[in-house]
């Protein structure tokens, strides 16, 4: 029908059939969580998503600290550590900056910037301290959010 998507595959061994509804962006507003982020940096794609599979060799939670830059840590349960600083420059532009410090799963953010960096060079990474991070890349005539919850802890 319309306003339907139909995908067939068929091959020798086996036949799948999905129907998905379409919608139009301009009459449908997505829905998004309602927060207040207190720094919204833009970075490049490939090395944030670059920095966050380095800090995975290390540990598997990721944190995010604002103060003037932007600072990466991971630390492992074996005691290993890792940080990177983002300074304000030629890579990382700021457009709201106010002190952060908030911990995230790494393996989630690591399959999300991998699917954004295929489609935009730049990040807008929004953040605040005890709410989710937002994912924004934005590329002709796309939009791609992506909001991943902060992790309870104790450190």
């Known amino acids: 029908g319309e306003g339907v998507l139909n995908i067939s ?3 020798e061994k086996k036949e799948k059939k999905m129907s998905t509804p379409l919608f ?5 507003e997505p829905p998004s969580p309602s927060v207040a982020f207190t720094t919204l940096i833009q970075l490049d794609a490939e090395d ?4 966050i599979k380095d800090a995975l060799l290390v540990g ?3 944190r995010f600290k604002t103060e003037g830059n932007l600072i990466m840590t991971c630390k492992g349960d074996a005691g290993g550590s890792y940080e ?3 300074r304000i420059g030629e890579d990382m532009s700021v457009l709201m900056n106010e002190p952060v410090n908030v911990k995230f799963p790494g393996e989630q953010l690591e399959e999300i910037t ?3 960096k295929a489609l935009s060079n730049k ?10 991070i937002k994912l924004t890349y934005i590329a002709d005539h796309i939009l791609l959010t992506f909001y991943e919850a902060p992790m309870r802890s104790e450190d």
């Open 48 to 51: 944030f998503h670059s920095e």
């Open 24 to 28: 139009d962006m301009e009459e449908v």
């Open 123 to 132: 990040v807008q990474v929004s953040l605040g301290t005890g709410i989710p």
């Open 84 to 86: 990177n600083v983002w």
């Open 60 to 62: 598997k939670d990721i």
């Open 9 to 11: 595959s068929i091959t």
């Open 114 to 116: 991998r699917a954004g």
